[in-house]
């Protein structure tokens, strides 16, 4: 019933109109409690991940604003609002690992987003806290790709599982090494300075209030 609703209220241009208005508006609210959640519980949160997966065979490495806030500002950005990391597909079933350690460990797993049949980024909450992890695998271009996977506001979804997708090329990863930061080893890629720049561009060291995802040189959007 909700979703006939929801339906109707979207095809009339002027209850539309104030549908979105209202979604935005409590997507702000959601927002602005992450990133509380985020600046509160971040620095625990990245310990217990340490502690779940530094003893596994799973390739792990701080990716995209969580990269970007650990080197240039030495903490996690006040404007994110949850975690993101990379792993390295080394290894068969590596998600089916990954849910088993976290789940394990009080992690609830949240959602999977599927592409051809594979997972490429699953995300998990702890604490109210969320923390995506993406999968960073060769393409054939000779980098190295990973996919997002997001919304357009005004677009009509059959379902709320449908999302548009992008897929990001950086230059290949071929490790990890440890960025120290109040006496915690994080894991960042070892060609860090050259991911950022991939991502955000050569101006990645000076803060940008205008960025958007759209501006990313590495996205190129698929569907």
């Known amino acids: 019933m909700m979703k006939k609703i929801k339906k109707w209220v979207k095809k009339s241009l002027f209850l539309s109109s104030i549908f979105y208005k209202f979604r935005n508006i409590n997507n702000k609210r959601k927002k602005k409690k992450n990133q509380k959640l985020l600046a509160k519980y971040g620095t625990s949160m990245s310990h217990k991940i340490a502690d779940i997966l ?3 065979s799973i390739q792990y490495f701080y990716a995209y604003g969580s990269l970007l806030g650990l080197i240039r500002d030495g903490k996690f950005m006040d ?8 792993i390295l597909n080394t290894e068969r079933d590596i998600f089916s690992k990954l849910d088993s350690l976290m789940e394990r460990n009080g992690f609830k797993k949240i959602h999977a987003f599927y592409l051809h049949g594979q997972i490429k980024e699953v995300a998990y909450i702890w604490n ?3 923390v995506d992890f993406f999968l960073y695998e060769d393409d054939k271009s000779g980098k190295m790709s990973s996919y997002s996977f997001f919304k357009k506001q005004g677009v009509e979804y059959k379902q709320a599982s449908d999302f548009f997708v992008a897929k990001l090329l950086c230059h290949k990863i071929t490790g990890v090494k440890q960025l120290t930061i109040n006496g915690f080893n994080y894991n960042i890629p070892q060609n860090a300075e050259i991911y950022l720049a991939d991502i955000y561009g050569d101006t990645w060291r000076y803060p940008n209030p205008n960025w958007k995802n759209e501006d990313c040189p590495a ?3 698929l569907h």
């Open 54 to 56: 530094n003893g596994s």
């Open 79 to 86: 404007h994110d609002d949850d975690m993101d990391i990379g």
């Open 128 to 130: 109210k806290l969320k």
């Open 219 to 221: 996205r190129n959007e």
